[in-house]
């Protein structure tokens, strides 16, 4: 397929398009889940499409970013990601804005994906970022959200399973890697790969070693933190970090949210740009997650407004296939429409708020 | 609610079907088997080897068990958390025996394989571009019906290797089977998929 040798309606790979039912249903969660953000009080902001390609510059998103040379030579970018966006205009926009600033958006992105599971060039991402406030307060507000986001939307038996970049680092800063050593051992953590992990630490402390090959499989009830607490009492860094997050996870346990955690210490995946609690949101019916979230307190400061921050965002076209999945029931079809016999007719029809359908 | 478990067809079934009986689980007989079973609170699809990680990914089955060759081809997301030890072979580059053949130095690469993600990795993480020939089986042949240079290719005892006349230059990777778990199921299904996982656990140690 060299690009010229498709029919006109062939389309490309990754695009998407909706029609009738499905846009409906796109349409009622995301009212749902806007309205949640309006509850709370964040404020809509629309950021533009695209932006100078410097402004995403995120490792792991680069090499996704569909960007473009504008017409006076400078570097453009498709947005891939709403945060960097929202950091920037914070910083600019913004600046006289005392924090904190609580903003959301709901739009598309565009990556560059391989086809696969759960993924498209196109997504639509709703979420929301909390610039100007600290752990532990401002980490549970947003996972209290993101919660109930979720159950507005109508999602059933879902999990939202809560890390802390902090703890990998802090254990991984003691075990002497290079990169190359480092980028296989996130990846054995990442797989849960306990054997793995310690071959991939065969020359390094047999303390930290032994911590790192426990912290793979570290995941469970909220009561594993205690056991994590023992296992990294040695290193003080990673110490800190999982009594960051269990202050996180009481705040959320007293606001009546305990039995929608869980932990998991191994999950160091995702955007480079977190610092801190780092959350994923899972449910029976979807083999993915259907959002994430995080803390990244140093993205701010790129933009020359140092302000810690913490945000999430659901995948709409995942909640959309997990409802489906989870067999909820499609936003009532609109009321049947009256058959006037002429535009006049019709018309005055309409002005009493009826709905037609012309012959 | 019960956990879907992909298990492969081929070369791994037996070490699978020894491993479950040693953990003390049912496991479907081999007469006439279907392609899908629900048996003592698990439901068993049978498929192709490369396809277990497809299903376990995309949350079809909660968990399988799968190759590390074939999870390394597939580069899937999902998790690994007990290597069953089993299925042991070696990824290689083989070349004609005595052909001296010094892949680095040569002109021009090709190499033929059943895994092409991984081939094409391997060498280009070396510097070199190679082109890739992905064949489907007997791939020890190509070398000498002049197909290609060299290939990579699975090795267990390494008698293939031999009677086609090849040799083993260097290792690409280690492959053992490995119990996968889709990454969803495992936290929100979480007490099944640990209740699995220990049992599996006990009969590898």
Redesign the interface.
């Known amino acids: 397929m060299n690009g010229f040798s498709h029919s006109l309606v062939q389309v490309p790979p990754g695009v998407q398009c909706f029609v009738g039912d499905e846009a409906r249903r796109r349409r009622s969660i995301e009212d749902r889940v806007v309205s949640v953000f309006e509850g709370w009080s964040y404020e809509e902001i629309i950021p533009p499409l695209f932006d100078y390609a410097d402004v995403f510059a995120s490792e792991t998103l680069s090499s996704k970013t569909y960007s473009f040379v504008g017409r006076d030579g400078s570097l453009l970018a498709l947005r891939p990601d709403f945060t960097s966006l929202l950091a920037k205009i914070a910083a600019g926009r913004l600046a006289d804005r005392p924090a904190p600033i609580r903003l959301y958006y709901s739009g598309e992105v565009l990556r560059y994906e391989p086809p696969k599971a759960g993924r498209q060039s196109e997504l639509f991402q709703m979420g929301l970022e909390h610039l100007g406030g600290g752990s532990p307060a401002a980490d549970a507000e947003v996972l209290a959200i993101a919660a109930e986001c979720l159950e507005a939307a109508g999602v059933t038996g879902f999990v939202l399973t809560l890390g802390h970049v902090g703890v990998f680092a802090g254990l991984v800063a003691l075990a002497g890697l290079d990169e190359a050593g480092l980028a296989t051992l996130r990846e054995r953590v990442e797989s849960k790969d306990g054997a793995g992990v310690r071959a991939a630490l065969a020359s390094a402390p047999p303390e930290v070693a032994a911590a790192l090959e426990r912290l793979a499989s570290l995941s469970g009830e909220i009561s594993i933190l205690a056991e994590a607490e023992r296992a990294f009492a040695f290193a003080p860094a990673a110490l800190t970090a999982v009594r960051e997050l269990r202050s996180i996870v009481d705040a959320l346990t007293a606001a009546g949210l305990g039995d929608r955690l869980a932990i998991d210490l191994g999950e160091v995946r995702g955007l480079d740009y977190y610092t801190g609690l780092v959350f994923r949101a899972y449910a029976r019916g979807l083999g993915f997650e259907v959002g994430s979230g995080g803390r990244y307190d140093t993205l701010l400061a790129r933009f020359g407004r140092p302000l810690p921050a913490v945000g999430f965002m659901l995948g709409l076209d995942r909640l959309a296939l997990l409802l489906e999945r989870q067999g909820a029931p499609l936003p009532e079809a609109s009321r049947a429409a009256e058959e006037p016999g002429d535009l006049r007719g019709a018309r005055a029809r309409r002005a009493a708020g009826v709905r037609v359908r012309l012959r | 609610?019960s956990l879907t478990v992909a298990l492969s067809k081929g070369k791994l079934l037996q070490g699978t079907e020894a491993l479950w009986r040693r953990a003390g689980l049912a496991f479907p007989e081999a007469e006439g088997r279907k392609l899908v079973v629900a048996m003592d609170g698990l439901r068993f699809l049978f498929v192709k080897d490369q396809d277990v990680p497809t299903y376990?990914?995309?949350?079809?089955a909660d968990c399988g068990v799968a190759g590390r060759d074939v999870l390394l081809e597939a580069g899937s997301?999902?998790?690994?958390?007990l290597?069953l030890g089993f299925g042991r072979c070696r990824l290689v580059v083989a070349r004609p025996a005595g052909s001296g053949l010094e892949y680095r130095r040569a002109a021009s690469l090709r190499v033929a394989t059943k895994y092409p993600r991984i081939a094409s990795g391997h060498f280009l993480g070396r510097g070199v571009s190679a082109e890739i020939v992905k064949l489907s089986g007997s791939v020890e042949i190509a070398p000498g019906l002049g197909l290609a240079d060299c290939i990579v290719d699975v090795v267990e005892t390494g008698r293939t290797l031999v009677e086609n006349g090849l040799e083993p230059v260097e290792d690409v990777a280690h492959s053992t089977a490995?119990f996968i778990?889709?990454?969803?199921?495992?936290?929100?299904?979480?007490e099944a998929v640990?209740r699995l996982l220990a049992t599996l656990q006990k009969a590898v140690a």
């Open positions: 609610m376990v990914e995309y949350g079809v997301d999902v998790y690994e958390p290597d490995r778990v889709n990454r969803a199921s495992y936290h929100a299904q979480r640990s």
